[in-house]
């Protein structure tokens, strides 16, 4: 298990691979498919530095925070696998969800030195891995708001890295099941 901290460095994210098992601690980002096209939409306007944060070397989760807890959402939305090339451009290393995602997606992560990671679809683990939490922009969206959580030992998995994908059809497909 490899254990990381936030925010990231390229180089931990250039020695990660396929099918690393890894835990992250520090800040983790939520978002889904409202609250990462905002992002994009502020990122692409330059009023990204109007919301007082930093995307470098961050880590952005596919949810909602809610008093139910958090688990993954499908990352392959249509909402908000577009927002992944743009918030990797901005600095976010690794984006955590679940589901496979386009070539096309796996490719702008590659260029951007950004990875993909899936996350165990267990929601009371991840429940207990958060030390904070706290709304910290579009709160007009409730539950899925930008948050920023405080975690500690928060486990994932690595799924695309360097343009190689645990959801490549054919070949040693097989090989890649978790």
């Keep these: ?63 909602a925070v809610s008093p139910a807890g958090i688990g993954p959402t499908s990352s392959n939305k249509v909402d908000i696998e577009s927002s992944i090339p743009a918030l990797s451009k901005a600095g976010v290393k690794i984006h955590l969800g679940k589901g496979s995602l386009s070539r096309a997606t796996v490719q702008a992560l590659k260029e951007h030195g950004s990875l993909f990671a899936i996350t165990p679809p267990v929601s009371a683990l991840f429940g207990a891995k958060v030390r904070k939490q706290r709304a910290i922009a579009f709160l007009e969206e409730g539950m899925e708001a930008l948050h920023e959580l405080e975690v500690v030992d928060f486990p994932a998995i690595i799924a695309i890295a360097h343009g190689q994908s645990i959801f490549d059809q054919g070949g040693d497909r097989h090989e890649y099941l978790i």
């Design 1 to 63: 298990m490899l254990r990381l901290v936030t925010p990231l460095s390229q180089d931990q994210i250039n020695n990660l691979k396929v099918l690393d098992n890894i835990t992250i601690s520090g800040r983790i980002l939520t978002g889904r498919d409202v609250v990462l096209p905002k992002l994009v939409r502020i990122i692409e306007n330059n009023g990204f530095k109007d919301l007082k944060l930093s995307l470098e070397g961050s880590v952005i989760f596919h949810t």
